[in-house]
């Protein structure tokens, strides 16, 4: 690899999906991955396979589909944690294995409670165990910026020796600020005998609203990859965006003197697919990917950009996906078509019966509005992977009363289980009524811990996105619901939320 390639190591399936409420069904990430693959990340951290079987299979399948990018599974420096590894990771084209140990003396005291030189001996065995069953190997000093620069220096300097072929430096807690990260990347590249023989990696997270900046200060120091998420998604505040770092380095090579592979126009779709599936929406105001991100509202601005558009954009729309390749679908166009903008879209279909079904889905979203858009495809798609394959509960009919003055009635027919039921509630909303006549059947007990509405397009007849998480029994799941009518999109969500609870569709934090 030449010395001005960085790396995008993107993990959005792992550290992405630790966001509360933001874990996603197997089905799921897939889409992301194939839509990373397309981006052109050269590392998927896939997940932790050793968290629960169903991050194992999503790592497993991820590896034996995706062809184009590295698939990476991370792992604690324990033999267990190796071995899971490397067994998902065996139908990789091209895997890695991530092992990671906490090197800062707080970690090590109370967290760890083992000695330095136990923690040095843990990461050498680690590594050299998982040098034995993959070539492609990276060791993690989590909370790096937190440790000891001599502590730093003898442990990368052992797992260099051992076979570890990539060193990552985390902040992990987002407590670094650029001149000193940048200097801690230095001066272990300079005093670590044998740091040319690994590339240098960071993992920044946003807690001080600084993963980015940190990001690009470590590459200006000598970092060659950076480990990032779409929409900077990922624990508390997040992670360093993975669209603001490639457009960083692409529109300021003259500072940074670097480039990455990333496909940039395909940023925007990939942006709104991770949001979609997630449930968490993108700011307006949010850099590269928001919906003002290249809007002007002022009056001099706009004539600048009229007369010159450098006046007031570093970059184009363009380069990023907005408005490239634009197809507005409506009720008259054909499945050809349909089907030609889900594959620029990156959704692929695994069977013609599964185009049909989501083409009669278009087609009924089509009656309803006059234009149907890119993001009203994404949530189209996202809803219908989004539920169990066999749901239990079905929105068969609602019918809501709101008047001024008089409490909001639901009435439903709620199928469950192939049985219909009628209910009947009350509530302070429209919504809440819906809600309350959901669970006179579900009696769930689950907690509703978010309620979400983004509108999906411009316009009266804008589709609803509607997210509900529910907690039970300390296990969080998103449901998604989609539709013109933001009633009828939250009672989707509602039931989406209790069938993937009851399918045992969700996965425990991965680091529990």
């Given at each position: 690899m030449s010395n001005d390639r960085v790396i995008i190591f993107d993990t959005t399936l792992r550290d992405g999906e630790q966001s509360p409420g933001a874990s996603m069904t197997k089905e799921e990430k897939i889409r992301i991955a194939k839509s990373l693959e397309r981006l052109g990340v050269d590392v998927i951290e896939a997940g932790f396979?050793?968290?629960?079987?169903?991050?194992?299979?999503?790592?497993?399948?991820?590896?034996?589909?995706?062809?184009?990018?590295?698939?990476?599974?991370?792992?604690?420096?324990?033999?267990?944690?190796?071995?899971?590894?490397?067994?998902?990771?065996?139908?990789?084209?091209?895997?890695?294995?991530?092992?990671?140990?906490?090197?800062s003396p707080i970690h090590m005291e109370y967290k760890l409670r083992i000695s330095p030189d136990e923690v040095v001996d843990y990461a050498v065995r680690a590594v050299k165990r998982a040098r034995s069953k993959c070539a492609d190997v990276e060791f993690s000093c989590e909370d790096a910026s937190r440790s000891e620069i001599d502590f730093l220096c003898r442990i990368v300097e052992a797992a260099i020796d051992a076979g570890a072929r990539t060193i990552?430096?985390?902040?992990?807690?987002?407590?670094?600020?650029?001149?000193?990260?940048?200097?801690?990347?230095?001066?272990?590249?300079?005093?670590?005998?044998?740091?040319?023989?690994?590339?240098?990696?960071?993992?920044?997270?946003?807690?001080?609203?600084?993963?980015?900046?940190?990001?690009?200060?470590?590459?200006?120091?000598?970092?060659?990859?950076?480990?990032?998420?779409?929409?900077?998604?990922?624990?508390?505040?997040?992670?360093?965006?993975?669209?603001?770092?490639?457009?960083?380095?692409?529109?300021?090579?003259?500072?940074?003197?670097v480039?990455?592979?990333?496909n940039t126009p395909h940023i925007l779709s990939t942006s709104r697919m991770v949001s979609s599936i997630t449930g968490f929406p993108v700011q307006p105001n949010k850099a590269i990917v928001g919906a003002n991100a290249f809007a002007h509202e002022s009056g001099i601005h706009q004539d600048g950009v009229l007369k010159h558009r450098e006046t007031y954009e570093i970059m184009t729309a363009q380069d990023v996906g907005w408005n490239t390749n634009r197809m507005v679908l409506g009720k008259h166009s054909g499945r050809n078509a349909f089907r030609s903008r889900l594959e620029a879209l990156g959704i692929t279909l695994e069977s013609e019966k599964a185009l049909n079904d989501a083409f009669a889905r278009f087609k009924e979203l089509a009656d309803k509005k006059h234009e149907v858009f890119d993001e009203d495809i994404q949530a189209l798609m996202s809803d219908a992977v989004a539920s169990p394959a066999n749901e239990h509960y079905q929105l068969v009919s609602l019918e809501v009363n709101s008047r001024t003055g008089e409490t909001p009635v639901a009435k439903l027919v709620v199928s469950a289980g192939g049985e219909e039921h009628q209910l009947e509630a009350s509530g302070s909303g429209p919504v809440d009524a819906t809600f309350n006549a959901i669970e006179t059947?579900?009696?769930?007990?689950?907690?509703?811990?978010?309620?979400?509405?983004?509108?999906?397009?411009?316009?009266?007849?804008?589709?609803?996105?509607?997210?509900?998480?529910?907690?039970?029994?300390?296990?969080?799941?998103?449901?998604?619901?989609?539709?013109?009518?933001?009633?009828?999109?939250?009672?989707?969500?509602?039931?989406?939320?209790?069938?993937?609870?009851?399918?045992?569709?969700?996965?425990?934090?991965?680091?529990?």
């Open positions: 396979a050793i968290a629960s079987p169903g991050d194992f299979d999503s790592v497993k399948t991820i590896a034996d589909t995706i062809k184009d990018s590295t698939i990476c599974s991370l792992a604690r420096a324990m033999d267990a944690d190796i071995d899971r590894a490397a067994e998902a990771l065996a139908g990789a084209n091209s895997g890695r294995i991530h092992t990671f140990i906490a090197t990552n430096l985390p902040d992990t807690v987002g407590y670094a600020i650029p001149e000193q990260y940048a200097a801690l990347v230095r001066e272990l590249r300079e005093r670590v005998p044998n740091s040319d023989k690994a590339v240098f990696s960071v993992h920044c997270h946003n807690d001080l609203g600084l993963a980015v900046a940190n990001s690009l200060a470590a590459v200006a120091a000598g970092a060659r990859q950076v480990e990032c998420t779409i929409n900077g998604l990922g624990e508390r505040a997040g992670n360093a965006a993975l669209e603001e770092i490639v457009m960083a380095i692409k529109t300021r090579h003259d500072a940074l003197g480039h990455t592979n990333i059947l579900a009696q769930s007990g689950a907690n509703l811990q978010l309620f979400s509405v983004n509108a999906i397009t411009q316009g009266a007849d804008s589709q609803g996105e509607v997210t509900v998480r529910l907690e039970l029994g300390g296990r969080v799941m998103n449901g998604n619901g989609t539709d013109t009518d933001i009633v009828m999109a939250s009672a989707r969500a509602y039931l989406n939320a209790l069938n993937l609870l009851r399918d045992n569709q969700v996965k425990a934090h991965p680091q529990a």
